[in-house]
């Protein structure tokens, strides 16, 4: 097996699996659960994950169960992915004083970053979130930005990008805008500071980001065919555009999957289908409901049509 990593080992560089987190009937992180997964993402030649973000459901959960999850899981990962082993753990508050007490509850924690959002609901001015990442900033250890204007209502711009460059400890950004101009001029701004790398984390555009320049990519769907996802990196670095294109398309086939429940996040979709395949419980946190008998059909129909992505050992590096 071949593992894609940056030699420099930064943390958004290469293939980064944005972790569920596996929680029992009554709602509580159960980190033994998730081992059958972590070993299925290390055979697939990954080597980071990012904890507590949107398939992580980490926003509906509290810091503190959100600590002990990372504590269980960063062991079993370290043990699993050996030295190559990186992880993230977003922190995900409302506004700056909640995503502060966030990353103070995993200060004692062995993390490569802290994944930081704009703060959620509220609207806000570009004043006030560049003093939002600031503060973030200026807690003491690395911050990768989360641009993700969907859920928390505040996009963010290259022009604040710009100024947050400035700040040391902002390492790196995951954008999932979907805006693949706004993408560019981020790996741009990239280019201007090499400390500083970009992660795409929209699935359907993953080869267009390698295309203009993101060091890595987050695909949740890497948790169903992660050797997939590991050598569409390794094609879009080695220039193999069109070989990248091709595993985009395989990508897109398993994102389908996410229309059987389209009006969600679409974490019953994966958290269910990784059921299916027996690596981790179906459990969403509520409000999430779980999948009808007539959608759990159309997810067994549609696992048995991705049975060439989603079987064991699939792909796998050579």
């Known amino acids: 097996m071949t593992t894609v990593a ?55 959960l509290p810091a503190d169960a959100v600590r002990a999850y990372a504590v269980d899981v960063a062991a079993m990962w370290r043990e699993l992915a050996g030295a190559s082993a990186r992880i993230m753990v977003t922190a995900a508050g409302t506004g700056t004083r909640e995503t502060l007490q966030r990353m103070e509850c995993l200060d004692d924690l062995d993390l490569d970053a802290v994944v ?18 600031r503060a973030a900033a200026g807690h003491g250890r690395p911050v990768v930005i989360y641009n993700s204007p969907g859920y928390t209502g505040n996009p963010i711009p290259a022009s604040l990008l710009r100024r947050l460059l400035d700040e040391p400890d902002v390492v790196g950004l995951k954008d999932s805008s979907g805006n693949t101009t706004l993408l560019a001029e981020f790996c741009a701004l990239a280019r201007e500071r090499p400390a500083f790398q970009v992660a795409q984390g929209t699935e359907r555009q993953l080869a267009e980001g390698l295309r203009l320049g993101a060091a890595g990519l987050v695909p949740g769907v890497g948790m169903l065919a992660p050797a997939l996802c590991v050598d569409l990196l ?10 990248a294109a091709a595993r985009q398309g395989d990508v897109d086939r398993l994102a389908a999957l996410f229309a059987i429940r389209p009006a969600s996040s679409g974490i019953v979709v994966i958290k ?17 409901q779980p999948f009808t008998e007539s959608e759990l059909a159309a997810l067994r129909t549609a696992l048995a049509e991705l049975h060439d992505l989603v079987r064991p050992g699939a792909l796998q590096p050579e």
Not at 22 to 35: E, K, M, N, S, T
Not at 116 to 133: D, G, I, K, Q
Not at 272 to 288: K, R, S
């Open 116 to 133: 930081v959002l704009a703060p959620s609901y509220f609207r806000h001015t570009e004043r006030e979130l560049h003093a939002h990442f």
């Open 6 to 60: 940056d030699p420099a080992g930064h943390p958004v560089a290469g293939v980064i699996i944005p972790l569920v987190t596996a929680l029992d009937r009554r709602g509580r992180p159960d980190p033994p659960a998730v081992r059958p997964l972590l070993a299925h993402l290390a055979a697939g030649g990954v080597t980071t994950l990012m904890l507590a973000g949107t398939n992580g459901e980490g926003p509906l």
């Open 272 to 288: 269910t289908a990784l059921h299916e395949l027996g690596l981790c419980p179906p459990h969403a946190a509520a409000p999430f």
């Open 234 to 243: 390794q094609a879009g670095r080695d220039g193999d555009h069109a070989a």
